[in-house]
């Protein structure tokens, strides 16, 4: 009978660690992990809810109905498939509230290195797209001033 | 009458349950199979995948400079959720692979064009890796696959531990310096759920990137999948990436 004390100290000494751990696990487990795997499934929402500051492509109608003249002038040309923020930066919030901050556009003296970032002559670049050796094409006059930027090809 | 011992009962009913469990297990492994064979989209509604078409990339990359508008991510030439490669590939076997602040402001010219046998740029992002090594090792659970495919950080319960940064064979995670955890391409997670693309998408001027749902047939990135010969990075590695890639050379790392 004596013996039996071996076995309730070992049982009482099982019961208030595994009692601790699950104390101790509620209090310090986030309430919605585990929920959907191993992982907090609040923090899906959470990331989902983040903010956007791209309009999108799907936008550009938005933008078209203010700018008229820069939409229909893009809309049939060769740059027709680049959206206007690859070009003015993200204008979700522009979009929304047209007063607010003005968004970008390249001044003069940026316009060339801009055109050329994506229309510089480089051996690394697909042979199909269009480029022109700057030092050659008329190294001295704006980009624009010949190719209006939402309409380039002449 | 014989008496059926106790031990013939045993032996009997054992070597019966035995060769019925044997005869359904090649059913079952038959079954596992081909769970695990199937890709996950053909059972889970949407799931998402990358393409690139690395034909069409011309390396002006818009695309890492709106991803780090888009996700605050911070301007030095260091942290990159997406950034795009340069190749080249010389006549005497040379690679040479640079990207410079990313590619968003250019590359400097070759030094040998002449000798050059080919040269192509890469963008690299987060593959999305089915069997994803940086959700494997990451002691807490703040690295993990959502339902529909895309690999995320929960900001909130990463304790910076930076294993998962080791762990990603393509290099595509970097440790936030003022949040102070590990951070990576998250497909625009909020972009996707509101019906918009990627940001990197949406800026791309050739349509060299294309994201969308795998699990619609007729979805771009199917499509995409279905037409063109596409190769994923580093296959040998068995993460079964679900970005690929077309034209893809050797030599791409």
Redesign the interface.
């Given at each position: 009978m004596k013996d039996i004390r071996h076995l309730t100290h070992v049982l009482a000494a099982f019961v208030l660690v595994t009692g601790a751990f699950l104390v101790i696990r509620s209090l310090v487990k986030p309430h919605s992990y585990g929920e959907l795997g191993r992982y907090r499934a609040d923090a899906v929402d959470e990331i989902k809810a983040l903010p956007f500051r791209y309009a999108g492509k799907a936008a550009q109608p938005r933008c078209g109905a203010c700018h008229k003249e820069q939409f229909q002038a893009k809309k049939g040309s060769s740059h027709r498939n680049i959206g206007c923020e690859t070009c003015h930066g993200a204008l979700a919030a522009h979009a929304e509230k047209p007063a607010g901050p003005k968004p970008r556009k390249p001044a003069e003296s940026e316009v060339v290195a801009f055109c050329l970032r994506c229309h510089a002559k480089d051996p690394s670049k697909p042979p199909r797209f269009p480029t022109v050796d700057p030092r050659g094409h008329n190294p001295d006059t704006p980009c624009a001033s010949c190719h209006p930027p939402h309409a380039p090809k002449l | 009458m014989r008496t059926l011992s106790r031990r013939l009962f045993l032996k009997v009913s054992a070597s019966a349950a035995a060769t019925l469990a044997l005869s359904k297990l090649s059913t079952a492994l038959a079954w596992a199979e081909g769970f695990y064979r199937e890709p996950p989209w053909k059972r889970k509604k949407p799931y998402w995948g990358f393409g690139v078409d690395i034909?069409?990339?011309?390396?002006?990359?818009?695309c890492a400079d709106?991803c780090k508008?888009?996700n605050d991510v911070p301007r030095e030439p260091f942290f990159f959720r997406t950034w795009v490669e340069?190749?080249?590939v010389y006549k005497d076997g040379q690679v040479d692979v640079d990207s410079p602040n990313g590619g968003i402001d250019?590359?400097p010219a070759?030094q040998d064009?002449s000798a050059?046998a080919k040269?192509?740029?890469v963008p690299k992002l987060c593959n999305g890796c089915e069997n994803s090594p940086c959700v494997q090792v990451c002691p807490v659970?703040?690295?993990?696959?959502?339902?529909d495919g895309v690999v995320?950080v929960?900001k909130?319960?990463c304790i910076g531990c930076r294993y998962c940064i080791q762990a990603c064979p393509y290099g595509t995670r970097y440790f936030h310096p003022v949040l102070k955890v590990a951070d990576k391409c998250?497909m625009?997670?909020?972009?996707l759920?509101?019906?918009?693309?990627t940001?990197c998408v949406?800026?791309?001027?050739?349509?060299a990137r294309l994201c969308g749902d795998l699990s619609d047939p007729g979805s771009g990135i199917s499509k995409f999948r279905e037409n063109n010969k596409v190769q994923a990075l580093k296959v040998h590695m068995g993460t079964e990436p679900k970005l690929v890639y077309k034209g893809m050379d050797k030599e791409v790392r």
């Open positions: - | 034909e069409k990339c011309i390396g002006c990359g818009r709106a508008t888009e340069r190749y080249a250019g590359y070759l064009p050059l040269s192509f740029f659970g703040a690295t993990f696959k959502t339902e995320l929960d909130e319960y998250s625009c997670y909020h972009r759920k509101r019906g918009l693309d940001a949406e800026v791309c001027p050739t349509g």
